[in-house]
């Protein structure tokens, strides 16, 4: 479980321990050290693609009207992933037009209309369907009802027995009962699964190559990812690669829940999933919850954003600012060379004339750190005067943060067509914002 913050987590800066050079060449390493610093190498002229903030999802972590709008907007939201009353698919209040208005996708998670306890009952027991057929049919005809457009989740982790404690064959029975019966009365309706706890190759491929040969592959693929975040891309090359290999179609990738436990509250290892997502360009991912830190409260089902949020009084915490700054990195995303513990998201927009870096740290120990901004002469919109602005986000475990420390703020000339923004000692779960402006 993530720390309470440390005597590492109250450091000050001094303005002279951050130092900007112009036209600093630092060697491309393959890796960092620790004690002589890391360097992270940003090219803003090697575009990879628009922001489209494939990262911020959540899971169970709004309601109707909590918590306030000025909490959840300015995240940019692009996915939720909810219980079918949560979403208001039942009799109730759901939260479906509240999060469609802020551009955000909706997966709906069948299973909750269901459950499946460990005693019983489970859809198809004793090969009895008739209340999961009736379940989906009205789910689909309350869908057609509202208007409402979403992606049905068919079951949550199946490969754990706490979500499905029945055999593997019947799953597969349950898996392509459902399509069918999806794709007959709702065709228009993508289907996504088998959301999967953890990456399970071998479950996965055998699951892949049976439902092509039933015809019941999924139209997006999902599982969930809770450790590794390096890890993630390697993972989803694979995967992509099984696709090919088998001649199988490409299809979009959702890890509708991602960060383990021990990451919850801690902004360097989100930073590392956001990477992750965008490295390995997944259609879209959704934060997971957990228990909280005070014994029986979670972050699922409290309106605090899967925890980013402090349920009692959703003050945000260290990870609600990483999410902010996630969503400030507008335009398009330019190319970060990682180092050991240190990577970063940056992008480029023109129109605000600015370039933003988002970086975090997971190591065990603090690091410095050499941020190298290349071919800054090919941005078209920075002149010889820039404004840099570097802002720590610090690892403050479950308690709230009021706002990132702004620990550097100065004009600089530019020389030449690189910049180097030297960070020390930055602690092992921290993250850093760095903003380059443009000055008349």
């Given at each position: 479980?993530?720390?309470?913050?440390?005597?590492?987590?109250?450091?000050?800066?001094?303005?002279?321990?951050?130092?900007?050079?112009?036209?600093?060449?630092?060697?491309?390493?393959?890796?960092?050290?620790?004690?002589?610093?890391?360097?992270?190498?940003?090219?803003?002229?090697?575009?990879?693609?628009?922001?489209?903030?494939?990262?911020?999802?959540?899971?169970?972590?709004?309601?109707?009207?909590?918590?306030?709008?000025?909490?959840?907007?300015?995240?940019?939201?692009?996915?939720?992933?909810?219980?079918?009353?949560?979403?208001?698919?039942?009799?109730?209040?759901?939260?479906y037009e509240r999060v469609t208005a802020l551009g955000a996708r909706v997966q709906v998670d069948?299973?909750?209309?269901?459950?499946?306890?460990?005693?019983?009952?489970?859809?198809?027991?004793?090969?009895?369907?008739?209340?999961?057929?009736?379940?989906?049919?009205?789910?689909?005809?309350?869908?057609?009802?509202?208007?409402?457009?979403?992606?049905?989740?068919?079951?949550?982790?199946?490969?754990?027995?706490?979500?499905?404690?029945?055999?593997?064959?019947?799953?597969?029975?349950?898996?392509?009962?459902?399509?069918?019966?999806?794709?007959?009365?709702?065709?228009?309706?993508?289907?996504?699964?088998?959301?999967?706890?953890?990456?399970?190759?071998?479950?996965?491929?055998?699951?892949?190559?049976?439902?092509?040969?039933?015809?019941?592959?999924?139209?997006?693929?999902?599982?969930?990812?809770?450790?590794?975040?390096?890890?993630?891309?390697?993972?989803?090359?694979?995967?992509?690669?099984?696709?090919?290999?088998?001649?199988?179609?490409?299809?979009?990738?959702?890890?509708?829940?991602?960060?383990?436990?021990?990451?919850?509250?801690?902004?360097?290892?989100?930073?590392?999933?956001?990477?992750?997502?965008?490295?390995?360009?997944?259609?879209?991912?959704?934060?997971?919850?957990?228990?909280?830190?005070?014994?029986?409260?979670?972050?699922?089902?409290?309106?605090?954003?899967?925890?980013?949020?402090?349920?009692?009084?959703?003050?945000?915490?260290?990870?609600?600012?990483?999410?902010?700054?996630?969503?400030?990195?507008?335009?398009?995303?330019?190319?970060?060379?990682?180092?050991?513990?240190?990577?970063?998201?940056?992008?480029?927009?023109?129109?605000?004339?600015?370039?933003?870096?988002?970086?975090?740290?997971?190591?065990?120990?603090?690091?410095?750190?050499?941020?190298?901004?290349?071919?800054?002469?090919?941005?078209?919109?920075?002149?010889?005067?820039?404004?840099?602005?570097?802002?720590?986000?610090?690892?403050?475990?479950?308690?709230?943060?009021?706002?990132?420390?702004?620990?550097?703020?100065?004009?600089?000339?530019?020389?030449?067509?690189?910049?180097?923004?030297?960070?020390?000692?930055?602690?092992?779960?921290?993250?850093?914002?760095?903003?380059?402006?443009?000055?008349?």
């Open positions: 479980m993530p720390s309470s913050p440390t005597a590492t987590e109250q450091r000050t800066f001094r303005p002279a321990d951050i130092l900007i050079a112009a036209v600093v060449f630092f060697p491309l390493i393959a890796c960092g050290c620790h004690s002589a610093g890391e360097v992270l190498r940003i090219d803003p002229a090697r575009h990879i693609g628009p922001a489209t903030f494939r990262a911020s999802g959540f899971l169970h972590a709004v309601s109707v009207s909590a918590p306030p709008q000025e909490l959840v907007e300015p995240l940019k939201p692009r996915l939720f992933r909810a219980s079918v009353d949560h979403v208001g698919l039942l009799d109730g209040p759901g939260i069948l299973s909750s209309c269901h459950g499946c306890p460990e005693n019983g009952p489970c859809p198809g027991d004793h090969g009895d369907w008739t209340a999961w057929d009736r379940a989906v049919d009205h789910l689909i005809h309350a869908r057609k009802q509202k208007g409402y457009s979403v992606q049905w989740d068919i079951w949550n982790e199946p490969n754990l027995k706490e979500f499905w404690p029945r055999s593997h064959e019947h799953y597969l029975e349950l898996w392509a009962r459902t399509v069918r019966r999806i794709r007959s009365a709702d065709p228009g309706t993508e289907i996504v699964g088998p959301s999967l706890f953890g990456y399970d190759r071998q479950w996965l491929q055998r699951f892949l190559v049976w439902a092509q040969a039933e015809g019941v592959l999924p139209d997006i693929l999902s599982w969930h990812e809770f450790d590794d975040p390096r890890g993630i891309p390697a993972r989803i090359a694979e995967l992509r690669a099984f696709l090919r290999a088998s001649g199988m179609p490409p299809r979009p990738i959702s890890l509708n829940e991602i960060t383990g436990p021990e990451h919850q509250t801690r902004p360097g290892p989100t930073v590392a999933y956001f990477w992750a997502m965008e490295e390995a360009g997944v259609d879209s991912a959704a934060r997971s919850c957990w228990e909280d830190e005070e014994k029986g409260v979670s972050g699922c089902g409290t309106d605090s954003l899967d925890g980013i949020l402090v349920p009692s009084t959703k003050k945000p915490r260290s990870v609600w600012w990483v999410y902010r700054r996630y969503a400030d990195l507008t335009g398009v995303l330019v190319h970060v060379e990682p180092g050991e513990s240190l990577c970063g998201i940056a992008a480029v927009d023109a129109g605000k004339k600015q370039i933003g870096l988002l970086i975090g740290h997971d190591g065990p120990r603090p690091t410095d750190a050499g941020l190298q901004f290349i071919n800054l002469d090919r941005v078209g919109f920075l002149s010889d005067r820039v404004q840099v602005t570097v802002e720590r986000i610090p690892d403050m475990g479950w308690k709230p943060l009021q706002e990132p420390e702004v620990v550097h703020q100065s004009v600089r000339t530019l020389l030449g067509h690189e910049m180097t923004i030297r960070v020390p000692n930055i602690g092992p779960h921290d993250a850093f914002f760095v903003r380059l402006s443009a000055l008349p």
